[in-house]
């Protein structure tokens, strides 16, 4: 409590849940031609991460390319980019907004 306001904060469980929450409800589609397109290459002394990259990309409606390319019609690369930095998996992912041919 800061003088008569008070101030919640998350724990970093609750920023990940909080982050997978704001891509599963995104209804806001790119234009046509467009994609959210998610790349990564986690090396195996950190596959837990990996492991639970994969999933959750599943779980929210992503269509996968190769084992590490997926990609959503849906306009989720700024909530996509803040889930990834709270999992400190930023320096092996990288998500675009991309033209599909």
């Known amino acids: 409590k800061k ?12 920023k990940v849940e909080f982050l997978k ?6 209804r806001d589609r790119l234009p046509a031609g467009q994609v959210c397109l ?3 290459d986690v ?14 990309l599943k779980e929210a409606g992503f269509m ?3 084992r590490s390319v997926w990609s959503s019609s849906f306009n989720v690369s700024h909530p996509m980019s803040a889930f990834v930095k709270q ?3 930023d320096q092996w992912v990288s998500i675009f ?5």
Do not use: D, W
């Open 21 to 26: 929450a704001k891509v599963f409800n995104c």
């Open 64 to 66: 996968q390319h190769q």
């Open 87 to 89: 999992l400190k998996a």
């Open 3 to 14: 003088g008569e306001e008070i101030e919640i904060e998350f724990t970093n469980k609750g």
């Open 43 to 56: 090396p195996e002394h950190a596959r837990r991460i990996r492991y639970l990259l994969r999933m959750f």
């Open 97 to 101: 907004t991309a033209f599909q041919s």
């Open 38 to 40: 998610v790349t990564f």
